[in-house]
């Protein structure tokens, strides 16, 4: 299994301000994912992001407001932009099990981030 | 309808007792099924991955699939209160190229002691 870790693991942040997620993988991965948890509520996902290329972003999602960078294979940011209390939510990294046949994923522990 | 059913409880048992999670799909082409166990303010942790029908054993948990029914359960044997958690399944298709891990809700399980 990979090791993930997320920083910060939380922040409360004021309207209209943006925060980037930092999410370090201990091994090198072809794929990592940008899910959003909000509360009481199942996964997300946002985009998902290839080291060398754009990443490509969900149903309801864009760019602009959720700017990711892949500069490696084992990092990823998620910049959350001119954040609402509506982006409250936990962020999570995740990556696919390493390997030829990516059959399952991992998840970091999670970004808890609270706008006011 | 949602691709993943899951009830999301609460669900409430005493310790000891026989846990039986469980989550309905529709779509015949997923073929890898995970659970996963979500404390509070924590990321989902996976505990089982299957990708045949039957049963998979690991411990006190047993995750079972049934392909022709579609029909997944996972079951949790004497229970703990640590075992109080929200218990995700998901799953995806073996297709080519990048395939989307799909969520159930999630059920949120309380063991009392």
């Known amino acids: 299994s990979a090791v993930i870790s997320q920083k910060p693991s939380r922040d409360i942040c004021q309207r209209g301000t943006s925060l980037t997620i930092q999410c370090q993988v201990d091994?090198?991965?072809?794929?990592m994912f940008w899910y959003r948890q909000q509360p009481g509520q199942s996964l997300t996902l946002i985009a998902t992001?290839?080291?060398?290329?754009?990443?490509?972003?969900e149903s309801g999602f864009v760019i602009d407001k959720f700017p990711i960078s892949r500069p490696n294979l084992t990092f990823s940011t998620l910049t959350v932009s001119n954040m609402s209390p509506e982006d409250s939510s936990i962020y999570l990294c995740?990556?696919?099990?390493?390997?030829?046949?990516?059959?399952?994923?991992?998840f970091g522990p999670g970004t808890r981030l609270l706008v006011l | 309808q949602k691709e993943v059913e899951q009830d999301p409880g609460p669900l409430s048992v005493p310790e000891g007792a026989i846990v039986s999670l469980n989550c309905t799909y529709s779509?015949?082409?997923?073929?890898?099924f995970m659970w996963y166990r979500q404390y509070s303010r924590k990321g989902p942790e996976l505990l089982m991955y299957?990708?045949?029908?039957g049963n998979k054993e690991d411990g006190r948990f047993t995750a079972q699939v049934d392909k022709s029914s579609k029909y997944i359960s996972l079951f949790i044997r004497d229970s703990q209160p640590s075992d109080s958690a929200t218990y995700l399944c998901?799953?995806?298709?073996?297709?080519?190229?990048?395939?989307?891990?799909?969520f159930g809700t999630g059920t949120r399980l309380l063991v009392s002691p």
């Open positions: 995740s990556v696919d099990s390493p390997g030829t046949i990516q059959e399952t994923q991992y």
């Open positions: 091994s090198q991965v072809t794929m």
């Open positions: 992001a290839n080291q060398g290329s754009e990443a490509t972003y």
């Open positions: 779509n015949s082409a997923f073929q890898y």
């Open positions: 299957t990708y045949s029908s």
């Open positions: 998901a799953m995806k298709t073996r297709n080519t190229g990048f395939q989307k891990l799909v």
